[in-house]
Structures are given as C-alpha cells and as structure tokens.
C-alpha cells in the first residue's frame, strides 16, 4: 500500500453546461458543491509507479453556494488563472498555484448559468444569467460590458476560438445565437431549429468550411428563408462550423457563413449494457460535445445511458459513429454525461476527463477510446467508515447520497478501487459493520431505520430486515447470540448475530440467518434479567467487546451501562458524560500487556473523551451493579462533539477521535498526551478508522462530503485547534453551502434532516422510488426542475396568462380527435354511417368504433360509457381527479365516484354534498370518509363540523379534544350535550390543567368554575402568588363558600402588601374574612409600631399610605393600641376581647435568628405584643407576661437591640414592678418566665449604660450582641473577634485592662440603682447550663470540622499521583490537628474522638439535670453580662461594689473554660 496520502472528493456538480475544464500540462478542475477541486494528471502527478498517473492537489475554497461554471484561461503562461461562477452571485478569477482569489465580481442580478474565458482575448471572462444578461469582463482593466439580448434562459455560452468578438449563447428553448460584442451585442445569427434547452456549444477548431465536404444544398432541411437580419457576407463570419447538443435528442451542425443548419445527428437508443442503475429510473437526457482539436471530421458526444459517441462527420448521408469503450465491459458511465474536456500531458498524450451523473470522473485515450482511469466521488455525508477484519484493506464507505462505496485501498493497479452498492438501499447510509468471520459480509443502516445486509462479493440485491427501526439507525456490531435467538440447538442458531442502534433509543437484535423473521428489543431481556420496573434509558450507541462476552451501551443522559452474556446482567453503569454518548470502543486484545483489551474508549455531544478501565469491576462479578464516576483517563482539547473514536490495532493505548470541530486527533491515551491533529476536512467529521497495515495511516470521514487518508507523520499540529484557528475553521465550515428552499411548487418527499447524533444541513434529498440522489437533485426532480427559473419578463409571460384562464376541458381525447386531418375526419363519418344504417355490425365495423372511441358521443349508450372511462383515464393520469369525478356523476355513478375519492383521499366538500343523492347510508359514509381525510390534511376542526352534520358529537368532541382545541370542543358539547354530561365537565378540568401549567391561570380559574370545581379556581388564582391575584381568589373563594380557604388566601396577601408596606390595602385584605379580626388586631399594632419607629428615625424604609387612625401620637403606646381598637374595630368589651386572643393563640410562628427579613420580624413581634395587649385587657396576667417576653426574645435572638429596647419602652416604661405585683404569689408557674422578662429588661439598660460612659455614642440600630447561647462556637469567636469599636468588645480589656477612664464621670442615683439590681442577671443556675450547651455546640463543631478535613485528605489522596500525596495527607494531619479558632497550646495536641465523646456525653447528662423552668424561658448570657459589668468597674472605678465585681469574676472562672471565652476570662481573672 502507498504511503501518499489521497482523498475521494465530493462528486462534480450536476447540471451545469461547463463545470469543468482542463490546462495542457495535465491540470484538471471540477466545480463540487461550493468549491473546485484540482487533480494533477500525468508524469507530474508523482503518483506511485504501476497506478493511474493522477493526484488530487488541492481545493479552490471561497464561494458560499454552489459552484455554477468553472473555465481555465487556455493562453500559455497563464495557464495557472481560471475563472468560477457561482449561485452566491459571484464570478472570482483564481490563481491555481497559491489557491487565492485574485479578483471577483457581483455585476449579476440573477443565478449565473454560463461562463466561459475567451480562448482569444487573454484577460476576458463571459457570463450569462438565468434572465438573459451576459456580461463581458476584462480583468487587467477591471472594466465591464452589459448586454441584454434576449428575455429568456441562457444555458450555456462559448466565445469563438477564431474570432474575438463572437460569442454563440444557447437557451432553454433551444434558440441559438450568435453575438459581436464589439458592436453592442448585435445579433449575427440567430440559428433556429432545435426545440429544446441547449446543453452544450462547440466551435469547429479549424477556421473555414473546407474540413468537412458537405453538399449544402441537398442537407439543408430548412428552406432559405433568412432568419434574423440579412447580412452581408464579410470574411469574419464566413467559414466557421458551430455544433449543438440539445435535450431534443439532436446534435446540429451549423454554417456561420449561410446563418442555417446542415446537417443533424439523431442519438441511437443503444442498449444498456450492464452498469449500476435501477432500471426503474426514467433519466433526462444531457448532450455535451467536444470536437477535438486535431480530429476536425470527429465530434465526441454524450448519449442517453452515459456512453460516449466519437461521430465520423465525413460521411455527412449516414449516421456513423463509433462507441467509445466498446470492447471491455462496465468501463463507460453508468448514468448521463455532463462535462467533457480535453487534456493534453507533458508526455503528449491526447486525453478526454468526463464527468457524470453516477459520481465518476473518467479520463479516455482519445488514441484507442478507452477509459484510463476512474476517480470515484462522494454525493453526501460521509457518515460511517468500516475496515473488513477478513478481507485485508478493504474499506466500506457509508455515504448520504444512498450508496455504500467499498474501497480496495490494497489494489495495487488502481488508488482508486472503488465499487458501489445502491440496490435496496435508497436513503442515507450511517451505520456499516461487516462480519468478524465471513467474506464480504457487510451490515449497514439507514437514515430512515433499514437494516441489511450485503454480500459484496455478488450483484445480489441486499437482504433487508423485516424490522425497521422508527428513526435514523445511529450503529451496528456483530455479537453473540442472546435469548430468544440462543435458546436454538447448536445448529438452528447462527454464531453471532446483528445487533443495530436506532435513533429511537431501541437496541434490536436480529437473526442474519432469518432477516425476514422479527428482531428482538433486547430491553426486555435487560429488564427481565435485572428485575428492572423503570423506565430503561433511551440507547443511542452498542459495543460489543472484542471476546464477546461484555457488551456496552451508550445512552441519551451520558450514562454507559455495561452488561454480561449470557443475559445481560448489568454489572456498571458509567456516569461520566452527562450528553448523548455518540461513540463507544473496546481497546484491541492484542497489546503488549492483557489488561490493555480492558480499556473503553467513549465520545459525548460534550468535548471531552473519557478512558475507563473495567478489568476489576468485570473480573470482580460483583453481585449487584457497580456505578463509576471517576474515568481511568480523560482526554481533553476538542472544542465541539466527539462523532467517532478508533484504537489504533498497531499500538498500546493509542487512540483517534473525530469531532464536530473539525479536525480528527490521534492521542497517547496512558500517558494523556495529544500526538498529532489533522485539519484537513472542510466540515464536521463524523467518522474516522484506523488503517489495518499501516500504523501511519488514518481515514476520515465528514460532512463536506470528502474522505481523507491521511499520515500521522505529516500533520503539522499536535492538538485541536482553539481560540481563534477554531473560530477559522468554523468560518470555512460556514462557508459551505445552505440547502436553498425550491422555486417549484411541485411537492419533493425530503428525508428529515439527521436526528440527534449529526444535525448537519445536509444537501441531500432522498425519493423512495429513485436510484442514488445527489445534492437536493434526484432524477425524476431533475427531470423537470433542476434548471428551470421563473420565466423572464415579456412575452413569454404573458402567453402563461393568457393559458391560465382557459377552462379546461371535459372531453379533452374527444375534442382533439375532432381535430384531425380532413381524410381521418371523413372516414369517422363513413364509420359512423355504417354502425348506424346497418342492422348486424361485423368484426371490422366494431373493431373501428373500438379504436374510435370519440364516436361514442354519436352511438349507443354503451359506446359513450366507453368514451367517458377513456376520457377518465386520462384526466387521472394528468392529475386532475375533480374532472373525472364531475364525469362520472354525468354517468350517474355517484357511488362509485365516492368510493374512488375517498381511496384516494380526494373527496371535497362538493361531492360530500352530492352524496345524499346516492342514498341516505352513502351520504353517512361519505361524511365519515370525509372527516377522516380532513384529519390527515390536519383540519380539525372543519372535521368535527362534518361528524357534527351526522349527529356524531361524542365523537366531534374527542376529536377537537385530542387535538388540544378545547375551546371549540368545550362550544360544542355545551350547544350539544345535556348539561350534567361527564364529558364536558371533564373538557373543562382537562383544559384547565394544561391552561394552569402554561401559566395562564386566570382561564384556568374559569375553566374549574365552569366544571363546578370552585376551590380548584380560587387555588389556581392564587398560584401567581401576587397580592391582586391572592385578593381576587380570597373574595372567589368567600363568594363560593370556601371559608377557610378563603381566610387564608386573604392573610397570605394582607402578608404581600405588608411587604410593600401598604398598610391601607393589608387591612382591606384582612376586612374579608371575619375570621381575621384577631389579625387585623396585629396588623394595627404592627401599623402603630412602624409610624412610631418611623418617627423616631428608627426605620430606613418610609411608607406613605397609613391609615388615618394611625397619625395620633400622644399617649403612652399601649393606650394608644387600644383606644384605636376600641374606635376603629369596636373592640369594648371582654368577651370580644376573649375572642380575639382566642383566635390569635392558635397560630404558632417560628423562633427568630439572625437572617429573620426585619418586616417578618416585625411581623411576628406585633403578634405576640398584641396577644400580650389582649390579656393584660381580660386580666390574664401569666400569658401577658408570656407573650411580652417572646417577644422580646424574638428581638434578642434575631439581635436586634434596637426593637428590644424600644419593646421595653413601650411596653414596660416603668419596669417590670408593676407586673410583679400583678402575678401575685411569688412561687407561681410562671414566675421563671417574668425573671426572664426581667433579666432581658435589665441587660437592655445594662448596654446602655455602658455604651454612654463610651465617647462613641451607637448609631447603629442592628446590634451583634457577644455571645449568643445558642449560636456554634465558630460563629461566637468570629463574631467576638469582628466586632466593631462602637459593638462589645471585650478586647479593649485585653490591651489596657486598667485604663483610666477620660471623662470624669458622674453616676446619677438611678444608675447606680440599676447596677446593684444588675446582680439578678448572676443567675449561677443560668451560668452552667448555658456553659454545657456552649460545650455541646463547641463540641459537634470540632467534630464536623474532623470530618470535614478528613473528607479533604481522601480527595486528595484519589487525585495525588507520586510524591504528592505524601504532601496533601500531611496538609490534612496539619489541619486537623489545628482547627483554626484553638487557643496556641492546644494546636499541638489535637484532641482525640474518645475524648470529644465523652465531653459530650457529659455536658448533655448536665443538661438533662436541670429543671424544665430553668431551660424553657431563654435568658440572657451570664458570662457575657459578667464581661459587661467588669468592664464597667473598669472604665468607671467605684460604680461596681466589690462583691458584684468578685461574683463577675467567679462565674467567669468557674463557667468560661469555652473557647469563646477562655481568652477574656484570663484577662480580667488574672
């Protein structure tokens, strides 16, 4: 095998008049898709010895649509320019030796379609449009000249070889013409005789008529009659032969000198010699010439089935020609020609390049007519590649234009080996697998769900599966056989069987031995081996390992799942990808090291290549499935898709990959390394596959319709691009073409474009009766429509009106029979004479009335019937069912009219309502039928209107139902049906739950009204969750009787507008309910409490609608509360009092923290201040107590002092006296809580006092307090070791324990009062068990932070490889050694779990001992008042008596061996 890289090109474009052309020296270009590409042919192709002496060199890359023309300049020492057109509306001229574009132009308004560089003047380039313009260019002057010569299609244009100025332009109607550009474009000739488009133009190389002896007067069919102008005989145009090849099955020779035809070839209908085409395929003819330079009497031509045809001109009197290949067999195109062109090589050689329909281009010897060499062509996607394991180096190619290529990359005659398979097969091709074990065994899939099976070695058509999958079939493998298919003897089952991935997400095996039988999804042997109840993931990708015995399966959701023969017991599942697995791949078993055949290569729609290892877990047979998350390699740097991976068979570990991003990269998978990147495709790659015998050589495959073999030794890169090289890739991928919508209406059956694995805008279009397609063109398409454009404006567009309104006719055979000659039109006279006056017809007689069908119009009735049936026929075949049908009611066969209409799905809404003339039963079918139709044609709703016609509602209504018009449906059963019909409050909950989860659920709210289902409306009208949307569902919900529902809705959006601090609108929300009086309560104090806040700038946010009772300001605040309640609520008496607190009590809100939102906290306050209000009213002085300390510790546990204290001043301006003298007797149950209240009241002073012995007054109205005993020791010493100047701190004490204070300050009597009842804040009972819950947090924290650090150390040690992980297990010793808030002595004697246990175990017994009073009512921390007091001694000498300072400092002692107050304790203690 060479070692040359090569490339099977996209296929030549069809349909073009020149889209190829060739240099002497042996240059070679054809226009493919968007682009041209170039092959070297000859000595200097430098192609191996004993092969075809041609190389393709490269890629002419730049337009953005398909390339329309393409013309070298054929002027030596220019021979390295060319010219290209292009549907993007552009003409560039490009230099062939560095691929650029030296200049372009856009002068063209409308598709180009011809283009020719003049072989005359050496910078002049021709084009001509679909609209009839033609454009001369002249690239050194860069200038431009503009004819209009005729209103009609140009199809191809030739300048003349012998003079300048001459150009011949033919059209699709098949006028010719001949132009002088120099005199404005004036016509010279205008050559008439052929009638149809004009494929092709040749000029006779020789100047003259004297090459061919031709008697002029004798061959001239036409008669002199000048066509065009007359003009004189000037010595420029005498003496030039012109040939035309047209669709009308004629070449002509034409005279320049006498303007006129003389002579016409017609094209022999030769007999098909083999060749692979479907029989079935009508094909349109193309006619392209050449007259060959050295051979003036010869012409080569193109003929119907692709051969080629050398004409002998001498012999003008008989038609001589000589076919080309006529000795060997299957050399000539298999389908019709396109482009010839002539190409001389260095070595002399006289050689003829043909492209065809079939995707070959062939080189001819013009000395013996046979065919050098094939270069075979793509005509799609590239979408699967495949080595055979028997047959060495051959190669299956699975292409998107409907063939499967089988390349013989072995060959050592021919680099091109190439052999199609099209039968059976008609639709992309994505997915190839051949057998392990036998010859020529080939699987493949399709783009619409076909499975088969080739034998390459024979011309057998495939054998298909009889089950097809639904979607794109994404891969195929070979596999042994499992239930049912392995459950036969050992001779009734075959060794292995196919297995096929469709894009359905079902796995099917199938039994090559019987593919006609069923295929089996093995889902269900997974679910019924593995006990599965749920829903198996959707499969888009199977893997057979290399021995058989583990199978793998990719899946839409990234996982892979790995199962064991011989049922299929799932052992792992793979969690890596989290995209679609698109490939998966076993290691080879023949590498150095065994456990290498372990290895499975994966690729996702993400851009990561994971490697996994499942030599333990497939080993191990664990009982139940293993999940992996962590991959044995990971191989990253593509930037889109991963469509393919393959593992090199020459090497260790060394894998290929393709990807969306444009480039296939070969790694070093062990050591994670990327080797080489080839960047050689234009588009997406969707294959790749690793040469069998050379380790150097990769083939790819891609959505540019190329295959490339390429060597890893010659790439220059070594990874994927990315950055900005990708973005350069992406802008060359985007310049390729985009599918162009069809002028035509006339309807194409298109394939969908590939579902999920490759979503390309592939131009391609598939025909279920057509042989292989190329680029949006198949052959009955082309037939009509490949180049076929709007007419131009003028005439012919008017000719077009004036047909379309003429009626057409009934009887159209008839009346055209009555159109014949004069001598038939009198024998139907005598005919009809003698059927009519004699009275026994003979044979002869009816025989003539037989064949003359129209005369049924003027004989009996079975004549006529006859006449109508033919005339029937007709209109059938030409596609016009409605006027068969107005003849067969003319025959009076309604019925059979019905019947023939509706099997063909043609019935309408005229001849429905003719049907009750046949009988009231037709009429009932036809209106079935009918509705049945609409419903394909996607017209609901005109469908049920029908059913409704024949009193079928039930079933007008299912129908409008299942196909989502509830509304309609809803209209008709409630006009239709009794009103307590099922059916319709069922349309009315069905609407309304799709209405409710679209978002729309104000309808849905009506739509549950309407079904009686009220609650369901006011719940779904609350769903938006804003505060009109609650309102409106509160008042639906009281409307309908639904109370409590009604209550709560109307609370939930008093609650919103509370947010927006809409006082007015909250009270209005709350008056809805009655039930919500108790809240309204809370809601007023809540108002109160906010105005009162706002005025003494306590509040940062200001609201403007208060309620006008909320503006009185003077007064003690409860008095105030309640003389609102009294006038605006009438709250007078006890009872109504009763009531209220009743209501209130029963709704519990949850403790408060730091993160409470502040108008929650409010919120929650109020309500216990107004529950507190409402019991001192009805003199229940416990729960008032109750209820005024939660609140106050709501403030204190959110810490927010500045509500605490203003809670105090409101409420307890006096003290907490005149509550003691209340309760009454001291030992009373709740006596622990009002100690509480209390000590809260005097902790609040205590902070304040101590704050304005403070120069820095507090600004501030949050407040972070110490220490909290609830909150984790971490959160404490943070908090404590953070706070600001102006917030405790117990630092200051630390730096300057005995500073002065600076001010000379003054005690007044009450505060020294207030610092000698400070001493019931020293509550010992307090102090410990708060000490043994701070012992139990600090505890659980060190405990968490162990196992957090432990955590830490196992992710290191998994991703630490060497020498790091001694490093990373010594960082998290060090760390849990020393959690960061531990006091310096304690950093190196971390403490042991045995230790932790038993501390906890300890402080929890403690706790437990206390009595339930002291643990139920919180209470201020002790140690931290103690720090407070010893601060004050401090700051203030003699304000503190001894005896509290030593108390301070005993508790302290005895009760701060916590890490939050360790340090301050050893500062005032020492």
């Known amino acids: 095998m060479g070692q040359d890289p090569r490339t099977l090109p996209p296929s030549p474009n069809w349909y073009c008049a020149r889209c190829s052309d060739a240099v002497p020296g042996g240059l070679f270009g054809f226009a493919a898709r968007t682009s041209v590409f170039l092959v070297r042919v000859g000595p200097s192709a430098g192609a191996i010895p004993g092969t075809p002496p041609f190389r393709v060199i490269g890629e002419l890359v730049g337009h953005t649509e398909r390339v329309s023309g393409f013309t070298f300049s054929h002027h030596p020492g220019q021979y390295n320019l060319c010219a290209t057109s292009s549907d993007d509306g552009t003409v560039k001229i490009w230099d062939v030796e560095t691929k650029a574009v030296v200049t372009e132009h856009a002068l063209h308004q409308h598709t180009i379609s011809a283009l020719h560089w003049s072989p005359q003047v050496k910078d002049l380039i021709v084009s001509g449009d679909e609209k009839g313009v033609v454009f001369c260019y002249w690239l050194n002057r860069n200038d431009s000249q503009h004819h209009f010569i005729e209103p009609r299609t140009i199809f191809c244009l030739t300048c003349s070889p012998h003079h300048e100025d001459l150009v011949a332009i033919g059209y699709k109607d098949g006028i010719v013409v001949i132009i002088d550009i120099s005199k404005k474009g004036e016509v010279i000739h205008r050559l008439r005789g052929h009638d149809d488009e004009i494929h092709s133009i040749a000029w006779c190389p020789l100047p003259g008529e004297d090459c061919l002896s031709i008697n002029q007067e004798e061959n001239s069919e036409e008669p002199e009659i000048p066509n065009g102008k007359v003009i004189e005989q000037t010595p420029v145009t005498k003496g030039c032969y012109l040939a035309t090849g047209s669709k009308d099955q004629t070449i002509r020779i034409w005279s320049c000198s006498r303007g006129r035809g003389v002579m016409i070839l017609k094209l022999p209908f030769l007999k098909r010699r083999g060749g692979g085409i479907d029989p079935t395929v009508k094909e349109r003819l193309w006619l392209t010439l050449h007259w060959p330079k050295d051979q003036p009497t010869q012409l080569v031509s193109s003929c119907f089935g692709g051969e080629l045809l050398l004409w002998d001109l001498t012999q003008s009197w008989r038609r001589k020609y000589t076919l080309f290949s006529a000795s060997s067999e299957g050399q000539n195109h298999s389908r019709i020609v396109f482009n010839l062109c002539p190409l001389q090589t260095e070595d002399d050689k006289q050689l003829l390049l043909s492209t065809s329909m079939d995707r070959d281009v062939k080189c001819w010897d013009m000395a013996t007519l046979e065919c050098c060499w094939t270069l075979p062509s793509l005509g799609g996607f590239a979408y699967?590649?495949?080595?055979?394991?028997?047959?060495?180096?051959?190669?299956?190619?699975?292409?998107?234009?409907?063939?499967?290529?089988?390349?013989?990359?072995?060959?050592?005659?021919?680099?091109?080996?190439?052999?199609?398979?099209?039968?059976?097969?008609?639709?992309?091709?994505?997915?190839?697998?051949?057998?392990?074990?036998?010859?020529?065994?080939?699987?493949?899939?399709?783009?619409?769900?076909?499975?088969?099976?080739?034998?390459t070695y024979s011309n057998k058509p495939p054998q298909i599966s009889s089950t097809y999958h639904k979607k794109t079939v994404y891969t195929l493998a070979w596999g042994p056989p499992l239930p049912p298919i392995s459950l036969g003897g050992e001779g009734d089952r075959p060794s292995l069987t196919l297995y096929s991935c469709g894009g359905e997400g079902i796995v099917l095996q199938h039994n090559p031995w019987k593919l006609g039988g069923e295929a089996y999804d093995i889902n269900k042997l997974i679910r019924d081996t593995n006990s599965i109840k749920y829903k198996l993931p959707v499969h888009t990708e199977i893997s057979w390992k290399a021995d058989g015995r583990i199978m793998a399966l990719g899946n839409e959701d990234g996982s892979i799942e790995i199962f064991q023969v011989p049922n299929l017991k799932l052992i792992c599942t793979i969690q890596q990808h989290h995209k679609l697995v698109n490939t998966i791949s076993w290691h080879h078993e023949h590498g150095s090291q065994p456990e290498l055949s372990y290895l499975m290569a994966s690729g996702s729609n993400n851009a990561v290549i994971y490697v996994h290892n499942l030599k333990t877990v497939i080993e191990s047979n664990p009982e139940s499935p293993v999940t992996i998350t962590e991959p044995y390699r990971t191989l990253s740097g593509h930037t889109a898709k991963i469509t393919s991976v393959a593992w090199s068979p020459h090497h260790d570990g060394r894998l290929v990959s393709a990807s969306y991003d444009g480039t296939a990269q070969v790694w070093d998978t062990l050591r994670e390394e990327p080797l080489c990147n080839f960047r050689g495709h234009r588009g997406r790659l969707l294959c790749v596959a690793w040469s069998p015998l050379d380790p150097d050589c990769i083939y790819s495959g891609a959505d540019d319709f190329c295959v490339y073999k390429w060597l890893t030794s010659m790439q220059e890169h070594s990874r994927p691009p990315q950055g900005k090289k990708s973005i350069e890739l992406e802008k060359k991928r985007l310049s390729q073409p985009k599918p162009k919508p069809k002028k035509k209406k006339k309807p194409t059956s298109r394939a969908p474009v590939k579902q999920e694995v490759y979503d390309g805008n592939e131009d391609e279009s598939i025909r279920e009766s057509s042989g292989p397609v190329e680029n949006g063109v198949s052959d009955q398409e082309g037939e009509e429509e490949a180049r076929e454009p709007e007419f131009p404006t003028g005439v012919a567009s008017v000719e077009s009106l004036t047909k379309k309104r003429k009626a057409r006719s009934m009887l159209p055979l008839t009346t055209s029979l009555d159109h014949r000659s004069k001598e038939e039109l009198h024998q139907d006279c005598l005919v009809l004479a003698t059927a009519k006056h004699s009275k026994e017809l003979n044979e002869e007689v009816s025989a003539d009335l037989e064949e003359r069908f129209h005369l049924g119009l003027f004989t009996d009735r079975g004549a006529l019937y006859r006449m109508i049936e033919v005339e029937g026929k007709g209109h059938l075949e030409n596609g016009h069912p409605e006027l068969f049908h107005q003849l067969m009611l003319w025959k009076g066969d309604l019925k059979g009219v019905l019947q023939t209409a509706a099997e063909r799905g043609e019935l309408t809404d005229s001849l429905v309502a003719m049907a009750p003339v046949a009988g009231y039963h037709v009429w009932l079918w036809a209106v079935e039928a009918f509705a049945k139709q609409l419903c394909f044609q996607d017209q609901y709703v005109k469908a049920a209107s029908h059913l409704l016609s024949i009193h079928k509602v039930y079933e007008a209504v299912e129908l409008l139902k299942s196909n989502h018009f509830y509304r309609e449906?809803?209209?008709?059963?409630?006009?239709?049906?009794?009103?307590?019909?099922?059916?319709?409050?069922?349309?009315?909950?069905?609407?309304?739950?799709?209405?409710?989860?679209?978002?729309?659920?104000?309808?849905?709210?009506?739509?549950?009204?309407?079904?009686?289902?009220?609650?369901?409306?006011?719940?779904?009208?609350?769903?938006?969750?804003?505060?009109?949307?609650?309102?409106?569902?509160?008042?639906?919900?009281?409307?309908?009787?639904?109370?409590?529902?009604?209550?709560?809705?109307?609370?939930?959006?008093?609650?919103?507008?509370?947010?927006?601090?809409?006082?007015?609108?909250?009270?209005?929300?709350?008056?809805?309910?009655?039930?919500?009086?108790?809240?309204?309560?809370?809601?007023?104090?809540?108002?109160?409490?906010?105005?009162?806040?706002?005025?003494?700038?306590?509040?940062?946010?200001?609201?403007?609608?208060?309620?006008?009772?909320?503006?009185?300001?003077?007064?003690?605040?409860?008095?105030?509360?309640?003389?609102?309640?009294?006038?605006?609520?009438?709250?007078?008496?006890?009872?109504?009092?009763?009531?209220?607190?009743?209501?209130?009590q029963s709704i519990k809100y949850p403790s408060a923290t730091n993160n409470t939102p502040s108008k929650q906290l409010?919120?929650?306050?109020?309500?216990?201040?107004?529950?507190?209000?409402?019991?001192?009213?009805?003199?229940?002085?416990?729960?008032?107590?109750?209820?005024?300390?939660?609140?106050?510790?709501?403030?204190?546990?959110?810490?927010?002092?500045?509500?605490?204290?203003?809670?105090?001043?409101?409420?307890?301006?006096?003290?907490?006296?005149?509550?003691?003298?209340?309760?009454?007797?001291?030992?009373?149950?709740?006596?622990?809580?009002?100690?509480?209240?209390?000590?809260?009241?005097?902790?609040?002073?205590?902070?304040?006092?101590?704050?304005?012995?403070?120069?820095?007054?507090?600004?501030?109205?949050?407040?972070?307090?110490?220490?909290?005993?609830?909150?984790?020791?971490?959160?404490?010493?943070?908090?404590?070791?953070?706070?600001?100047?102006?917030?405790?701190?117990?630092?200051?004490?630390?730096?300057?324990?005995?500073?002065?204070?600076?001010l000379d300050v003054r005690l007044t009597e009450e505060s020294k009062q207030m610092l000698i009842t400070c001493k019931e804040l020293f509550s010992e009972k307090h102090a410990s068990l708060q000490n043994s819950q701070r012992t139990v947090a600090e505890v659980q924290e060190t405990l968490a932070e162990m196992i957090r650090q432990h955590q830490k150390s196992q992710v290191c040690k998994s991703t630490a490889n060497g020498p790091d992980k001694n490093e990373s297990e010594q960082a998290a010793e060090q760390s849990l050694s020393s959690p960061q808030n531990e006091c310096k002595e304690e950093k190196n004697q971390p403490l042991s779990l045995p230790e932790l246990t038993k501390r906890l175990t300890e402080a929890n017994e403690k706790i437990a001992k206390f009595p339930e009073s002291v643990k139920i009512w919180p209470f201020p921390d002790v140690l931290e008042c103690c720090l407070i007091l010893l601060h004050i001694g401090s700051q203030c000498p003699g304000s503190v008596t001894q005896d509290m300072q030593q108390q301070a400092q005993e508790l302290l002692q005895k009760y701060g061996n916590t890490k939050v107050y360790k340090r301050y304790c050893e500062t005032f203690c020492t």
């Open 384 to 455: 699967s590649l495949a080595f055979s394991p028997v047959d060495m180096g051959c190669l299956a190619i699975g292409v998107g234009d409907g063939m499967i290529r089988v390349w013989n990359t072995l060959s050592i005659k021919n680099n091109y080996d190439v052999k199609n398979f099209w039968q059976g097969v008609k639709s992309k091709v994505t997915a190839l697998c051949w057998h392990p074990a036998k010859e020529g065994c080939l699987a493949f899939g399709t783009d619409d769900g076909k499975v088969g099976l080739y034998d």
């Open 969 to 1144: 449906a809803i209209a008709v059963a409630k006009a239709r049906l009794r009103p307590e019909d099922p059916i319709l409050k069922d349309l009315y909950l069905t609407w309304g739950a799709i209405l409710e989860k679209d978002g729309h659920y104000a309808v849905a709210a009506k739509c549950y009204l309407g079904a009686a289902s009220a609650y369901d409306a006011a719940k779904v009208l609350s769903k938006k969750g804003d505060a009109a949307s609650l309102k409106t569902a509160a008042e639906l919900a009281s409307i309908v009787g639904e109370n409590e529902l009604s209550s709560s809705l109307a609370l939930r959006c008093a609650q919103e507008l509370l947010l927006a601090r809409n006082w007015v609108g909250a009270q209005e929300a709350l008056k809805l309910h009655e039930s919500l009086k108790g809240q309204r309560l809370v809601f007023c104090l809540l108002e109160l409490l906010s105005k009162h806040l706002e005025e003494r700038q306590l509040l940062e946010a200001k609201s403007s609608s208060y309620n006008a009772w909320a503006t009185g300001t003077a007064g003690p605040f409860v008095e105030r509360v309640t003389a609102v309640w009294k006038s605006t609520f009438s709250l007078e008496s006890p009872e109504q009092y009763q009531a209220a607190l009743q209501q209130l």
């Open 1162 to 1302: 409010l919120l929650h306050i109020c309500h216990d201040l107004t529950l507190a209000v409402l019991s001192q009213q009805v003199a229940s002085w416990d729960a008032a107590v109750e209820a005024l300390l939660w609140a106050v510790v709501r403030s204190y546990d959110s810490g927010n002092f500045t509500i605490m204290q203003e809670v105090h001043s409101a409420f307890l301006p006096e003290g907490c006296d005149h509550l003691r003298h209340k309760l009454g007797e001291p030992q009373s149950p709740i006596t622990p809580a009002f100690k509480s209240l209390e000590a809260f009241f005097l902790y609040g002073h205590l902070y304040e006092f101590w704050w304005s012995l403070s120069r820095h007054c507090p600004k501030s109205n949050i407040w972070v307090r110490a220490a909290h005993r609830r909150t984790t020791s971490v959160e404490q010493s943070q908090q404590i070791n953070n706070a600001t100047p102006e917030e405790t701190d117990p630092r200051d004490s630390q730096t300057e324990p005995n500073r002065p204070p600076e």
